[in-house]
């Protein structure tokens, strides 16, 4: 550190900040940062900032995420709404994770590695929400993608909207783009040039997604003239800035030569990036490239198909199991083909689950696998399996791998509920909805009470729905309750709903507002909307002594956006 910048460290932290802007501005990252961290340790906002930011990019400091989150905690905390911003977007995208009591971190935290983590959208919501409503386009951005992106109960699309109009018009790149994606959501094809304005205005910022939505919108000629070369030099743009996506498809125009001119060599090149930074389709093209090469490279091609299987893809991790079974590229090994084979039929792979089929009716896979195959499962369910009676009758109820037949299907499940507690529960539905069999609410009730107390939480419920409405027998309340009770220790959420309104209702349970609050919200917090709505009028009204009706609003809207109706009568 320079004379000057020694005897500034001891100035007014306001003097310190600015020589470290000047620094900084100037290029000299090292020797800004140690008069910034002075300036945030006096509690400088723009400092915190600024600081968590050095840690973040690296700039005069090693990078480390955790640290820069630390910051820009503080900074969040003191009002800065870039502060929020960036943490609400490192939250958004599992990049930072929230501090179990705001005070520091634990103490092995400060061992962890820098690690992505599931996205935290509640935390993200309230800091995107504060720098929205202080102003920052950028923090509407985001608060319209958690509004429209996050948790289902969070959404809110019409919202979302609404913010990213104010951030497009604040010039945000993120709100242009997130305004393009929405109005495009919206259908209305009046708006198309609307669309393309607003995916252009976020490209000549620089955005990566937006360059490669504008290509996509040049090669097809929506909401402005279709020109193939244009869209190839944005394809070509976009993935120079490292966007797999756009790779991929620069890639594939490359190799197919149609948008401007063919360039295997290059194209399989782009590919490969792609691939490598996590695009599984083209990990996928890659390994049936190397298979239908001349000669083919099986060794390679089973490297780019593991890749892809691995990630989810389904005709990779059959063209993988390919390769195993006929041992080209890899040691030949029957039940790593299998497993394979099994992956990819579970995932729903048509071709797979005939392959899978054929394999196991020669004798490989293991026994588990038998589920999977409805041809095998009638062999055995007629030999008296009742594990494969019950598979078997599922095939039939839903058409799987046979034809659709209700009658078949309750014939098996009847015959697999002699002694499968699953079927027992399939079959006593089949009886109260009438499904392959005339309806029959004494016989439905007797299977639930078998499936119930085999132990099956499900039953459980029905089985005292049953009692408690009297259908199908006596109107048993009290053994009701006794039943919800048991499912609801189970985690049922609900049999705690059920447990609640029996509490509200004096029905079967002593009159008692408070235990019915109680486990209401038991539900409410499982996500059951209809206990939510209930929690909700409870906390606003004082039904149970508590009256809160800043929770109990929450509560509403909470069971409003899961489609509880009736939620909107109570928030008029």
């Known amino acids: ?17 600015r020589r470290a802007i000047q620094l900084s501005d100037s290029g000299k990252p090292l020797e800004a940062f140690p008069l910034l961290a002075i300036a945030a340790r006096a509690g400088i906002v723009e400092a915190e900032y600024r600081v968590a930011r050095c840690y973040l990019e690296g700039l ?18 003191h009002g800065s709404p870039d502060a929020q911003s960036l943490l ?3 939250y958004v995208a599992g990049l930072a994770a929230q501090e179990p009591d705001g005070n520091g971190l634990e103490s092995q935290s400060l061992f962890e590695r820098d690690s992505s983590r599931e996205p935290e959208f509640a935390a993200a919501f309230g800091l995107a929400k504060k720098a929205a409503e202080a102003g920052s386009a950028t923090g509407q951005a985001i608060l319209a993608y958690i509004l429209s992106r996050g948790p289902e109960a969070m959404r809110d699309l019409d919202a979302a909207h609404g913010w990213y109009e104010k951030s497009a018009a604040a010039g945000c790149p993120e709100g242009c783009l997130g305004l393009a994606l929405s109005l495009a959501r919206r259908g209305q094809p009046a708006q198309t040039a609307k669309v393309a304005a607003e995916v252009r205005r976020a490209a000549d910022a620089g955005l990566p997604t937006a360059i490669y939505l504008l290509g996509v919108l ?16 944005l ?32 194209g399989e090149a782009w590919m490969r990036r792609a691939a490598l930074a996590g695009n ?6 890659l390994g049936d490239r190397h298979v239908k090469s001349s000669p083919p490279d099986y060794a390679d091609a089973a490297t780019w198909y593991r890749r892809a299987a691995n990630a989810g893809h389904q005709a ?31 995932a729903g792979n048509q071709q797979a689950q005939v392959d899978f089929a054929n394999l196991v009716i020669e004798g490989a896979g293991e026994p588990g696998d038998r589920a999977s195959i409805a041809g095998w499962f009638e062999a055995t369910a007629s030999s008296g399996d009742l594990i494969a009676a019950f598979n078997l009758g599922l095939c039939f109820a839903e058409g799987v791998g046979v034809r659709k037949d209700e009658e078949q299907a309750a014939r098996w499940v009847r015959r697999a509920a002699e002694g499968v507690a699953d079927a027992q529960y399939a079959y006593a539905r089949m009886l109260q909805d009438g499904r392959g069999v005339a309806a029959d609410l004494k016989q439905a009730r007797c299977w639930f009470e078998r499936a119930a107390n085999a132990g099956m939480v499900d039953a459980q419920v029905a089985f005292a729905e049953m009692l408690l409405n009297g259908r199908g027998g006596a109107c048993l309340p009290q053994a009701a309750a006794q ?37 209401f919200a038991a539900a409410a917090e499982r996500g059951h909307g209809y206990a939510q709505l209930m929690l909700g009028g409870y906390l606003c009204n004082g039904r149970a002594g508590e009256h809160n009706p800043v929770a109990g609003r929450l509560w509403l809207e909470r069971a409003f956006a899961q489609g509880v109706q009736e939620a909107a009568n109570e928030l008029s």
């Not at 550190?1 to 900040?17: E, F, K, N």
């Not at 599984?280 to 093209?285: D, G, L, M």
């Open 1 to 17: 550190m320079a004379i000057l910048d020694r005897l500034t460290a001891y100035g007014p932290p306001a003097l310190v900040l």
């Open 316 to 346: 990779a991790a059959r063209a993988l199991a390919s390769l195993y079974l006929s041992g080209n590229g890899v040691a030949r090994d029957v039940e790593e083909g299998a497993r394979w084979l099994r992956t990819s039929a579970n």
């Open 235 to 266: 394809y070509q743009l976009a993935a120079e800035k490292g966007l797999p996506s756009a790779q991929f498809r620069l890639g594939s125009a490359l190799i197919e030569g149609g948008l401007a001119g063919q360039d295997i060599a290059a």
């Open 60 to 77: 005069g400091v090693p990078p480390s995420r955790s640290e820069g989150a630390r910051w820009l905690r503080r900074a969040a905390d």
């Open 218 to 233: 040049t090669e097809h000629g929506r909401g402005m003239p279709a020109d193939r070369p244009a869209a190839a030099r």
């Open 483 to 519: 039943w919800f009770k048991r499912a609801a220790a189970a985690g049922h959420a609900g049999a705690m709903f059920a447990i609640g309104a029996q509490y509200a209702n004096g029905q079967g349970l002593s009159f008692d507002p408070v235990a019915a609050q109680k486990w």
């Open 280 to 285: 599984i389709e083209a990990a996928y093209r």
């Open 88 to 90: 609400a977007a490192l």
